[in-house]
């Protein structure tokens, strides 16, 4: 991969994708400011395997505590810049997050709008149990969310030359914020070697989305 650079004149996003989803589930604010020790997290962390249902509260604790959008500047061209709980190449924030969450029901697949803390639901019907075994085969998904990450290049290629590392590095230090944070919800969760690129095109064919990612997310059995 070559070396990224800023583009001394940032340009157009070329290629925008557009899914159209104009419906908008609003997720749940977390009332109370939760508090936990990071290097007490840090210290129990560790990957876990079994995955139970989560809530859908649970849910969009963890997502607003890894993903939500806290502050935008408005910037031209697009994207505007953003800053969330996890660092991103220029506060582009190319990599979107897209889940299958059992908790939202049997079929239902949706991408994360990070700025509204609300999914906004895609049709995946077709491809979904083929989505679902592929991943089975790496690690059983059980009853856990699967997480995708998607890159969207039309967010980044505008402001970096070579900016295909950049969307990797974005994909590994989200994956590294969500472990510390599901830790830290008491939830279990696991990183795949897979980078989701087949399931990503079979979801959102037709679009320029990478995949970058995939994790499994779930509840733990209580003892
Ligand atoms: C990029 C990445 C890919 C991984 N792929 C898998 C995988 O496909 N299957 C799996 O069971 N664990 C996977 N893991 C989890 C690692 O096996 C785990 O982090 C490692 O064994 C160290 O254990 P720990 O996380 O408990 O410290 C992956 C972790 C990362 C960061």
Redesign the pocket.
């Known amino acids: 991969m070559g070396e990224p650079k800023p583009r001394e004149c940032p340009s157009n996003p070329i290629g925008v994708n557009n899914l159209d989803s104009k419906i908008l589930t609003l997720l749940d604010i977390p009332i109370e400011r939760k508090s936990a020790n990071v290097f007490e997290v840090l210290v129990t ?5 079994e995955f139970c249902k989560l809530e859908v509260g649970v849910l969009a604790e963890f997502l607003w505590y890894t993903a939500k959008t806290a502050r935008i500047q408005r910037r031209i061209p697009p994207p505007d810049w953003e800053h969330r709980p996890f660092p991103s190449a220029g506060g582009c924030h190319a990599t979107q997050i897209l889940v299958i969450s059992p908790s939202h029901g049997a079929d239902y697949c949706g991408f994360y709008d990070h700025c509204a803390h609300g999914l906004r639901p895609i049709e995946v019907e077709d491809v979904l149990a083929t989505v679902r075994d592929q991943i089975s085969e ?2 059983p998904i059980q009853d856990g969310t699967l997480i995708f990450l998607a890159a969207d290049p039309s967010r980044i290629s505008g402001y970096y030359t070579n900016w295909e590392s950049l969307v990797w590095r974005d994909a ?1 230090v989200l ?2 914020g969500f ?1 510390v944070v599901a830790e830290a919800l008491d939830l279990n969760f ?5 980078s989701g690129s087949e399931q990503i095109g079979l979801m959102l064919e037709g679009t320029t989305y990478l995949g970058v ?1 995939v994790c499994i997310l779930g509840g733990r059995r209580s003892t």
């Open positions: 962390r560790q990957t876990r395997r790496v690690l590994g994956i590294g472990s696991c990183p795949l070697g897979v990612g």
